[in-house]
């Protein structure tokens, strides 16, 4: 089985990196899925839970409030202001703060930071629920 290179990099570092078999991530196009040998390929990220099923079949999922995706050489880079690995989330903090925000920005202005913390929390929360439901 061949594998594809795979980075996740946040404003922060690094969130992920290692050896997959493939990358599901979701475009403003729409979600794409990435294997090896893929042909270059740049794309805007929404804030999304991206899946990464990993050389060995686990399943990793980072939530990641935006971007890009760039394929290119077998390797994909999702390059973020933030990414996060599930495992990583309090689900319950990331549900409240959800909830908060939303009543926050609901028929008003919102400013570029509420609006961008409103889809880290969205990401946070899909990522959450996506791992929660592989452990059950």
């Not at 990641?64 to 760039?70: H, K, L, P, T, Y």
């Not at 400013?111 to 880290?120: C, M, V």
Request: with cysteine; aromatic share 4%.
């Amino acid at each position: 089985m061949e594998t594809i290179r795979v980075e996740v990099v946040a404003a922060e570092g690094i969130a992920w990196e290692g050896e997959a078999q493939s990358v599901i991530a979701r475009t403003t196009e729409g979600d794409v899925g990435i294997m090896a040998k893929h042909e270059p390929f740049l794309a805007a990220l929404v804030p999304c839970a991206a899946e990464v099923l990993t050389e060995d079949g686990r399943r990793e999922i980072v939530a990641v409030d935006g971007g890009f995706i760039s394929v290119a050489d077998n390797r994909v880079s999702l390059l973020a202001g933030y990414a996060r690995v599930a495992g990583e989330i309090d689900q319950a903090a990331a549900e409240r703060e959800l909830a908060a925000l939303e009543k926050q920005i609901e028929g008003s202005e919102v400013d570029d930071e509420t609006r961008a913390r409103f889809h880290r929390a969205q990401a946070q929360v899909k990522a959450a629920q996506l791992a929660a439901s592989e452990h059950r």
